[in-house]
């Protein structure tokens, strides 16, 4: 069983900036993709970006060239910089760890972008 823990939501102006982190407690995080997702009121949950194994980064359209996904695989950590905000960003984000050894998710972080 892996526990990931999300951190760094908050509430922010548009085009303001924030970074979220996600830690895993697994000593094979290095094995996982991860994955942020978020969901919005009365909307379905949709995949925002990933990186995998290898370091490959995979964006929705909707935040290329706003959003960065890193992972550092010292730290179990997988991160979000998300930069240039707006008010559709806003959303709970959940933190996904996928691996052939299963899939997890965490408890989800609020990012409020409203003036």
């Known amino acids: 069983q892996v526990q990931l823990v999300e951190s760094g939501g908050d509430l922010v102006q548009p085009g303001g900036s924030l970074r979220l982190a996600c830690n895993a407690s697994?000593?094979?995080?290095?094995?996982?993709?991860m994955g942020w997702y978020r969901q919005a009121p009365g909307k379905q949950r949709e995949q925002v970006a990933s990186?995998?194994?290898?370091?490959?980064?995979n964006y929705v359209a909707s935040v290329k060239g706003r959003f960065t996904i890193s992972r550092d695989n010292a730290k179990n950590t997988v991160y979000l910089q998300m930069n240039s905000l707006k008010p559709e960003d806003t959303a709970v984000y959940y933190c996904n760890a996928w691996s052939a050894w299963g899939n997890y998710w965490g408890q989800g972080t609020q990012v409020t972008v409203s003036s």
């Open positions: 990186i995998n194994t290898y370091g490959s980064r």
């Open positions: 697994t000593s094979i995080f290095s094995r996982y993709i």
